[in-house]
């Protein structure tokens, strides 16, 4: 299994500029998640998904867009890239089972993005 | 004010040492506490999860909460030069909508030199 994998790993953008970020996962989870990771911030939740087709906003959803049309895959789109906006992307997901669950989220390896 | 605070560091200690990391945090309705681990330029990882208030225990780590004061704490016994990674402390509430809504701390950034 490759759990969690992102694409791209890295990426420069000019202010202004779209682009889509991938997250992909194979461990059939409902849940899915994207957070920004910025040095004394710790880790955002920006929006997240709890099954194909739902999406709902985090903690700092303002320029960003996600679709959840597959199961398996939650994009991050960024319509006009502001330098604000450089950051660690990470993606995450988990599965709630019907017992009390340990929130494991397995996160993917991050895309650095840069926005000149 | 941040609903979870946790001091960034970076903190050095010597192999064997043993390490105290910790978290302070406002919300009351925070029930569910983690601890993840995040090596250099990789995603961040589960390392020890505490419902509640008490202690868990796990190999070298042990975790432990005090909700009277809204503190949390994860130490690692005969601390080795591969625990050096970021620590980051994360929390929910308790009830179905708080299910993966987490807030994370800062992260510890912890380097343990042979």
């Known amino acids: 299994n490759a759990g969690v994998t992102q694409t791209p790993k890295f990426r420069v953008l000019k202010t202004g500029q779209s682009m889509t970020l991938l997250c992909a996962q194979d461990?059939?989870?409902?849940?899915m998640y994207w957070y920004r990771q910025d040095p004394g911030m710790g880790l955002r939740l920006i929006h997240y998904?709890?099954?194909?087709?739902?999406?709902a906003k985090g903690e700092v959803p303002d320029g960003y867009n996600v679709s959840r049309l597959k199961k398996q895959n939650f994009l991050l789109g960024l319509e006009s890239a502001a330098p604000s906006q450089t950051s660690v992307y990470f993606c995450?997901?988990?599965?709630?089972?019907?017992?009390?669950?340990?929130?494991?989220?397995?996160f993917g390896p991050g895309t650095r993005l840069t926005v000149l | 004010q941040k609903e979870v605070e946790q001091d960034p560091g970076p903190l050095s200690v010597p192999e064997g040492a043993i390490v105290s990391l910790n978290c302070t945090y406002s919300?009351?309705?925070?029930?569910?506490f983690m601890w993840y681990r995040q090596y250099s330029r990789k995603g961040p990882e589960l390392l020890m999860y505490t419902y509640s208030s008490g202690n868990k225990e796990d190999g070298r780590f042990t975790a432990q909460v005090d909700k009277s004061s809204k503190y949390i704490s994860l130490f690692i016994r005969d601390s080795q030069p591969s625990d050096s990674a970021t620590y980051l402390c994360?929390?929910?509430?308790?009830?179905?909508?708080?299910?993966?809504?987490?807030?994370f701390g800062q992260g510890t950034i912890l380097t343990v030199h042979p």
């Open positions: 994360a929390m929910r509430g308790a009830g179905g909508t708080s299910y993966g809504k987490l807030t």
């Open positions: 995450a997901s988990s599965q709630r089972s019907g017992r009390a669950s340990t929130d494991t989220q397995y």
């Open positions: 919300n009351s309705a925070f029930q569910y």
């Open positions: 461990m059939n989870h409902e849940y």
């Open positions: 998904s709890v099954g194909e087709g739902t999406t």
